[in-house]
């Protein structure tokens, strides 16, 4: 075997410990639609994601990637009627009459956050309202308190009453206590303005309880940001309505034309990964006969 057939075995090695990751420098996000109706995803900035909005039919997945730096936001909106030229109108989450969002979503708006850095930072907040479930999984991480962020919870069917937003008598939001009352002590400004001060309170709690991984009230910190390291994002609308149908769920992407997932892939498939790599070597070493 020559000097570069060995070199050749390292490389397909190399990449096979590395998880198959050649690039570090982006983030390939996988956005997924399990909701029952179409939903209307809205990205500030929206440069690497379809001009920052589209169309997501029930069941539907959207993959994009966005470069480290990228400090933005990705919401759903609902109930949306646009026309050929995209332009409309939507029930929840409107960012004017835009079919391409260039600015942020009216509220109430269930808002994924992400900061991406060397150390990512990211979270799902309900400190502008809710209106639809949304969950971040990172997958492929390395670092960082990696976990799961947001939640399956649908907060519509126990919005309070004085929050909730009805179309046809169906709430199709709820608004944060800060946009109904707009009070210091529900916004967390004036004397509320630090995490000693402002506190849980009855309305935020409810939020809490619906989506425990989410931000409930602006000081939520502790329980609601991430971190990761390397990751790449599958952002899912509505992953309650999978779940009752599937117990065990893996979501799935592909990276640089790699199907990577978010649980453990367990034995099976380290088995066929070795395979590959096994065979590889065979075919390389035959090459080389
Ligand atoms: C994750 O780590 C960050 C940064 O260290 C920390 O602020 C946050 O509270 C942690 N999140 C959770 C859910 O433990």
Not at 52 to 66: C, D, I, N, Q, Y
Not at 148 to 171: F, H, M, Q, W, Y
Not at 247 to 268: D, E
Request: glycine share 10%.
């Amino acid at each position: 075997m020559d000097d570069h057939h060995i070199k050749l075995l390292l490389k397909i090695l190399l990449v096979f410990l590395s998880g198959g990751r050649a690039s570090e420098g982006a983030r390939v996000f996988t956005i997924v639609n399990y909701c029952k109706t179409t939903i209307w995803p809205g990205i500030t900035p929206g440069d690497s994601f379809d001009g920052g909005g589209f169309a997501l039919k029930p069941g539907e997945s959207a993959v994009f990637t966005a470069p480290v730096g990228w400090i933005g936001r990705i919401w759903g909106r609902t109930g949306c009627d646009f026309d050929s030229d995209g332009s409309g109108s939507c029930q929840t989450g409107a960012c004017g009459s835009a079919l391409k969002c260039g600015a942020s979503g009216q509220t109430p708006a269930t808002l994924a956050e992400f900061t991406l850095a060397p150390l990512d930072f990211y979270d799902v907040s309900l400190v502008d309202g809710f209106n639809l479930p949304v969950t971040l999984t990172p997958v492929n991480a390395r670092g960082g308190n990696c976990s799961a962020a947001g939640c399956d919870g649908d907060l519509r069917e126990n919005c309070p009453s004085d929050l909730a937003i009805k179309v046809d008598g169906e709430t199709v939001a709820c608004r944060s206590a800060c946009d109904v009352f707009n009070t210091d002590e529900y916004c967390c400004r004036g004397a509320f303005g630090n995490p000693d001060t402002c506190r849980p309170t009855y309305y935020s709690e409810i939020f809490k309880q619906a989506c425990p991984g989410a931000y409930s009230y602006a000081y939520d910190d502790p329980t609601s940001i991430f971190t990761c390291t390397d990751a790449d994002y599958i952002v899912s609308f509505c992953s309650n309505f999978k779940s009752k149908k599937q117990k065990v769920q893996r979501v799935c992407t592909y990276h640089i034309n790699k199907l990577v997932c978010s649980a453990s892939p367990g034995r099976a498939s380290s088995i066929w990964k070795w395979l590959v790599v096994l065979l590889l070597c065979f075919t390389s070493l035959w090459s080389s006969l």
